[in-house]
Nanobody, 116 residues
């Protein structure tokens, strides 16, 4: 199995920046897709950004141009760099990774709070 741990969450003022990291550990040779989700209170969990094994990235319309996702295959990590944050970005951010057996694993989440 794969263990997934997010870090980097915190409180930031509107207009500020924050960087989230996700580290995967366990028995695997390599990871396939890596994705970041977020969930605000009362809302469904939504896909924020995705990066494929080859490095192809996709973003939701609400974060496009402000967020950047990247991965480090040597260290089995994925990073989400967020800028120009607004209160609508507030929520718990979750990392999902897919191993080389195409099974999905989720982290526990990290809280991001943007004050206005």
């Amino acid at each position: 199995q794969v263990q997934v741990t997010e870090s980097g969450g915190g409180l930031v003022q509107a207009g500020g920046s924050l960087t989230l990291s996700c580290a995967a550990s366990g028995r695997f040779s390599s990871l396939n897709g890596m994705r970041w989700y977020r969930q605000a209170p009362g809302n469904e969990r939504e896909l924020v950004a995705s990066i494929s094994r080859e490095g192809f990235t996709t973003y939701s319309d609400s974060v496009k141009g402000r967020f950047t996702i990247s991965r480090d295959n040597a260290n089995n990590t994925v990073t989400l760099r967020m800028s120009s944050l607004n209160p609508e970005d507030t929520g718990v951010y979750f990392c999902r990774v897919t191993n080389d057996w195409y099974r999905d694993f989720w982290g526990q989440g990290t809280q991001v709070t943007v004050s206005s």
